[in-house]
């Protein structure tokens, strides 16, 4: 299931440099909405967080797409360049019914079809291409999905949602 470490090293830093690229992009974004909290909503805000996501979305998708189905895809289509592919697609299915989504006309559907691509797609790519790069899926899962984005797009979120002062 890849789920073990070949290269330590190696993953870690990939972890760093992906994370590093990363955190600086989503700063640039989110940035003004983090630093609106105080010292005690960012720290309990950040904790829950972490830990909502990391058990709500991180590890049910890390297990899933890139522990299960990615190294299935590539056994059945020894293909890398197919593995990231299908990793994407495997990504954004499993957002299919996320709640922003609708499905009661045929053009409502397509309209949220295509925004799954859209937001889904290649993100899903990248973590496929980390997880076959390193033969470890718990890479992605550091670098790109459990502190970034998660952690600086939602922490303003979750500490409005939990009424954190």
Do not use: C
């Amino acid at each position: 299931m890849w789920l073990r470490s070949e290269n330590p090293g190696n993953d870690r830093r990939v972890i760093f440099v992906v994370l590093a690229i990363e955190t600086v992009l989503q700063l640039s974004l989110f940035g003004a909405a983090l630093a609106a909290l105080s010292g005690t909503q960012l720290a309990v805000g950040g904790l829950l967080t972490f830990g909502l996501y990391f058990f709500g979305t991180v590890l049910p998708t890390m297990i899933l797409v890139q522990a299960l189905m990615v190294p299935r895809f590539l056994a059945l289509t020894r293909s890398v360049l197919a593995s990231i592919v299908l990793g994407g697609l495997a990504y954004a299915a499993v957002h299919f019914f996320d709640g922003w989504t609708d499905y009661s006309s045929p053009s409502l559907a397509l309209l949220s079809l295509g925004l799954l691509l859209l937001q889904y797609f290649v993100p899903g790519m990248f973590k496929s291409l980390l997880t076959l790069r390193t033969g470890n899926a718990w890479v992605h899962a550091w670098a790109y999905h459990a502190v970034a984005p998660h952690l600086w797009a939602d922490t303003p979120l979750i500490v409005r949602i939990f009424g954190l002062r």
